[in-house]
T-cell receptor, first 116, second 113 residues
Protein backbone atom coordinates (compact mmCIF):
# COMPACT_ATOMS: atom_id res chain seq x y z
CA UNK A 1 0.00 0.00 0.00
CA UNK A 2 0.89 3.65 -0.22
CA UNK A 3 3.37 4.89 2.38
CA UNK A 4 3.71 8.29 3.98
CA UNK A 5 6.88 8.96 5.91
CA UNK A 6 6.88 11.63 8.60
CA UNK A 7 10.00 12.86 10.40
CA UNK A 8 10.99 13.34 13.09
CA UNK A 9 8.81 11.09 15.21
CA UNK A 10 9.70 12.96 18.35
CA UNK A 11 11.37 16.30 18.99
CA UNK A 12 12.17 18.25 22.12
CA UNK A 13 13.15 21.87 21.71
CA UNK A 14 13.67 25.02 23.72
CA UNK A 15 11.12 27.79 23.74
CA UNK A 16 11.72 30.29 20.97
CA UNK A 17 13.31 27.88 18.52
CA UNK A 18 11.78 26.71 15.24
CA UNK A 19 11.03 23.10 14.39
CA UNK A 20 10.51 21.62 10.93
CA UNK A 21 8.46 18.49 10.36
CA UNK A 22 8.61 16.67 7.03
CA UNK A 23 5.92 14.60 5.39
CA UNK A 24 6.83 12.54 2.32
CA UNK A 25 4.76 10.30 0.12
CA UNK A 26 7.20 7.53 -0.75
CA UNK A 27 5.52 5.71 -3.60
CA UNK A 28 2.87 8.04 -4.97
CA UNK A 29 2.31 11.65 -5.90
CA UNK A 30 0.24 13.65 -3.47
CA UNK A 31 -1.45 16.72 -4.84
CA UNK A 32 -3.02 17.46 -1.48
CA UNK A 33 -1.62 17.05 2.01
CA UNK A 34 -3.28 17.76 5.31
CA UNK A 35 -1.76 18.69 8.65
CA UNK A 36 -3.49 17.79 11.90
CA UNK A 37 -2.76 18.48 15.54
CA UNK A 38 -3.90 16.50 18.54
CA UNK A 39 -3.73 17.74 22.10
CA UNK A 40 -3.96 15.15 24.91
CA UNK A 41 -7.41 13.61 25.17
CA UNK A 42 -8.67 15.73 22.28
CA UNK A 43 -9.59 14.97 18.70
CA UNK A 44 -7.26 15.23 15.78
CA UNK A 45 -7.94 18.75 14.51
CA UNK A 46 -7.25 19.84 10.96
CA UNK A 47 -4.79 22.72 10.90
CA UNK A 48 -4.30 23.32 7.21
CA UNK A 49 -4.64 21.92 3.73
CA UNK A 50 -1.78 22.27 1.32
CA UNK A 51 -1.87 21.83 -2.43
CA UNK A 52 1.31 21.39 -4.39
CA UNK A 53 2.58 24.67 -5.78
CA UNK A 54 0.09 26.92 -4.02
CA UNK A 55 -0.39 28.54 -0.65
CA UNK A 56 -1.82 26.46 2.16
CA UNK A 57 -5.36 27.00 3.37
CA UNK A 58 -5.48 27.35 7.15
CA UNK A 59 -8.38 26.49 9.40
CA UNK A 60 -9.90 29.16 11.56
CA UNK A 61 -7.82 29.92 14.60
CA UNK A 62 -4.55 28.56 13.17
CA UNK A 63 -1.86 31.22 12.77
CA UNK A 64 -0.36 30.96 9.32
CA UNK A 65 2.71 32.98 10.32
CA UNK A 66 3.43 30.60 13.16
CA UNK A 67 2.78 27.35 11.33
CA UNK A 68 4.52 27.66 7.97
CA UNK A 69 3.56 25.06 5.42
CA UNK A 70 5.47 24.42 2.23
CA UNK A 71 4.33 21.94 -0.39
CA UNK A 72 7.01 22.45 -2.99
CA UNK A 73 6.78 19.09 -4.70
CA UNK A 74 4.28 16.32 -5.27
CA UNK A 75 5.98 14.16 -2.67
CA UNK A 76 6.97 16.53 0.10
CA UNK A 77 5.20 18.91 2.46
CA UNK A 78 6.82 20.55 5.46
CA UNK A 79 5.36 22.15 8.56
CA UNK A 80 7.58 24.60 10.42
CA UNK A 81 6.56 25.66 13.91
CA UNK A 82 8.22 29.04 14.28
CA UNK A 83 9.27 30.44 17.66
CA UNK A 84 7.76 27.46 19.42
CA UNK A 85 6.30 27.87 22.89
CA UNK A 86 5.22 25.28 25.46
CA UNK A 87 1.58 25.66 24.38
CA UNK A 88 2.60 24.37 20.93
CA UNK A 89 3.53 21.02 22.47
CA UNK A 90 1.30 18.55 20.74
CA UNK A 91 1.10 15.58 18.41
CA UNK A 92 1.28 16.63 14.76
CA UNK A 93 0.32 14.27 11.97
CA UNK A 94 0.16 14.63 8.22
CA UNK A 95 -1.89 12.87 5.62
CA UNK A 96 -1.71 12.75 1.86
CA UNK A 97 -4.22 12.16 -0.87
CA UNK A 98 -3.00 10.46 -3.99
CA UNK A 99 -3.15 12.48 -7.20
CA UNK A 100 -6.34 11.49 -8.99
CA UNK A 101 -7.38 9.49 -5.99
CA UNK A 102 -10.67 9.33 -4.17
CA UNK A 103 -11.38 10.04 -0.53
CA UNK A 104 -8.76 7.66 0.79
CA UNK A 105 -6.03 9.31 2.78
CA UNK A 106 -2.66 7.95 3.81
CA UNK A 107 -1.22 9.05 7.11
CA UNK A 108 2.24 9.58 8.50
CA UNK A 109 3.11 8.15 11.90
CA UNK A 110 3.04 11.53 13.58
CA UNK A 111 5.46 13.81 15.42
CA UNK A 112 5.34 14.40 19.15
CA UNK A 113 6.60 17.92 19.80
CA UNK A 114 7.61 18.95 23.30
CA UNK A 115 8.64 22.55 23.86
CA UNK A 116 10.47 23.23 27.11
CA UNK B 1 -20.54 22.37 12.77
CA UNK B 2 -19.82 18.79 11.89
CA UNK B 3 -18.45 16.64 14.69
CA UNK B 4 -17.74 13.09 15.79
CA UNK B 5 -18.20 11.68 19.28
CA UNK B 6 -16.76 8.32 20.21
CA UNK B 7 -16.60 6.47 23.48
CA UNK B 8 -13.70 7.30 25.69
CA UNK B 9 -11.14 4.70 26.51
CA UNK B 10 -9.12 3.00 27.39
CA UNK B 11 -10.96 -0.21 26.72
CA UNK B 12 -9.39 -3.38 28.08
CA UNK B 13 -10.65 -6.78 26.94
CA UNK B 14 -9.58 -10.36 27.15
CA UNK B 15 -8.73 -12.23 23.98
CA UNK B 16 -11.81 -13.55 22.13
CA UNK B 17 -14.11 -11.05 23.82
CA UNK B 18 -16.71 -9.07 21.85
CA UNK B 19 -15.80 -5.49 21.03
CA UNK B 20 -18.03 -2.48 20.52
CA UNK B 21 -16.71 1.06 20.18
CA UNK B 22 -19.52 3.56 19.89
CA UNK B 23 -19.39 6.44 17.45
CA UNK B 24 -22.03 9.05 16.72
CA UNK B 25 -21.81 12.03 14.45
CA UNK B 26 -23.33 15.39 13.69
CA UNK B 27 -23.27 16.56 10.10
CA UNK B 28 -25.28 18.39 7.52
CA UNK B 29 -26.10 16.30 4.50
CA UNK B 30 -24.77 12.80 4.06
CA UNK B 31 -21.11 12.43 4.99
CA UNK B 32 -18.90 9.45 4.38
CA UNK B 33 -17.91 7.64 7.57
CA UNK B 34 -14.63 5.95 8.43
CA UNK B 35 -12.83 3.99 11.07
CA UNK B 36 -9.07 4.41 11.22
CA UNK B 37 -6.68 2.36 13.34
CA UNK B 38 -3.28 3.37 14.66
CA UNK B 39 -0.99 0.61 15.83
CA UNK B 40 1.87 1.59 18.15
CA UNK B 41 4.56 3.55 16.33
CA UNK B 42 2.67 3.62 13.04
CA UNK B 43 0.49 6.05 11.10
CA UNK B 44 -3.27 5.91 10.94
CA UNK B 45 -4.57 3.28 8.55
CA UNK B 46 -8.02 3.10 7.05
CA UNK B 47 -9.82 0.15 8.62
CA UNK B 48 -13.20 0.43 6.94
CA UNK B 49 -15.62 2.95 5.54
CA UNK B 50 -19.22 3.48 4.47
CA UNK B 51 -20.43 6.12 2.07
CA UNK B 52 -24.22 6.00 2.41
CA UNK B 53 -26.97 5.04 4.80
CA UNK B 54 -27.27 1.33 5.62
CA UNK B 55 -23.89 0.56 4.08
CA UNK B 56 -21.81 -1.86 6.13
CA UNK B 57 -18.05 -1.51 6.07
CA UNK B 58 -16.01 -4.54 7.03
CA UNK B 59 -12.36 -5.53 7.22
CA UNK B 60 -10.22 -7.90 9.31
CA UNK B 61 -13.28 -9.11 11.19
CA UNK B 62 -14.37 -5.58 12.12
CA UNK B 63 -17.74 -4.23 11.01
CA UNK B 64 -19.61 -0.95 11.21
CA UNK B 65 -23.00 0.00 9.77
CA UNK B 66 -23.93 3.54 8.69
CA UNK B 67 -27.12 4.28 10.63
CA UNK B 68 -28.64 7.52 9.47
CA UNK B 69 -31.62 7.31 11.81
CA UNK B 70 -29.38 7.18 14.87
CA UNK B 71 -26.44 9.05 13.28
CA UNK B 72 -24.14 6.27 14.40
CA UNK B 73 -21.31 4.16 13.04
CA UNK B 74 -20.40 1.78 15.85
CA UNK B 75 -17.38 -0.48 15.40
CA UNK B 76 -17.78 -4.14 16.31
CA UNK B 77 -15.72 -7.31 16.28
CA UNK B 78 -16.91 -10.67 17.48
CA UNK B 79 -13.63 -11.99 18.84
CA UNK B 80 -10.70 -9.68 19.45
CA UNK B 81 -7.06 -10.69 19.38
CA UNK B 82 -4.01 -9.30 21.14
CA UNK B 83 -2.87 -7.95 17.77
CA UNK B 84 -5.98 -5.71 17.67
CA UNK B 85 -4.52 -3.57 20.46
CA UNK B 86 -4.36 -0.08 18.99
CA UNK B 87 -6.07 3.30 18.98
CA UNK B 88 -9.25 3.48 16.91
CA UNK B 89 -10.53 6.72 15.41
CA UNK B 90 -13.98 7.34 14.02
CA UNK B 91 -14.08 10.05 11.34
CA UNK B 92 -16.36 11.67 8.81
CA UNK B 93 -15.76 13.38 5.52
CA UNK B 94 -18.33 16.10 4.87
CA UNK B 95 -19.83 15.97 1.43
CA UNK B 96 -18.11 18.30 -0.98
CA UNK B 97 -14.92 18.57 1.03
CA UNK B 98 -11.46 18.07 -0.42
CA UNK B 99 -11.00 14.95 1.56
CA UNK B 100 -10.12 16.44 4.92
CA UNK B 101 -11.56 14.47 7.79
CA UNK B 102 -13.22 15.31 11.07
CA UNK B 103 -12.07 12.92 13.76
CA UNK B 104 -13.27 11.70 17.10
CA UNK B 105 -10.86 11.69 20.03
CA UNK B 106 -9.78 8.11 19.53
CA UNK B 107 -10.33 5.05 21.70
CA UNK B 108 -7.40 3.03 22.94
CA UNK B 109 -8.03 -0.71 22.96
CA UNK B 110 -5.84 -3.12 24.91
CA UNK B 111 -6.43 -6.84 24.49
CA UNK B 112 -4.95 -9.13 27.11
CA UNK B 113 -4.04 -12.76 26.40
Amino acid sequence: GAVVSQHPSRVICKSGTSVKIECRSLDFQATTMFWYRQFPKQSLMLMATSNEGSKATYEQGVEKDKFLINHASLTLSTLTVTSAHPEDSSFYICSARRAGGNEKLFFGSGTQLSVL
Amino acid sequence: GDSVTQMEGPVTLSEEAFLTINCTYTATGYPSLFWYVQYPGEGLQLLLKATKADDKGSNKGFEATYRKETTSFHLEKGSVQVSDSAVYFCALNPRGSQGNLIFGKGTKLSVKP
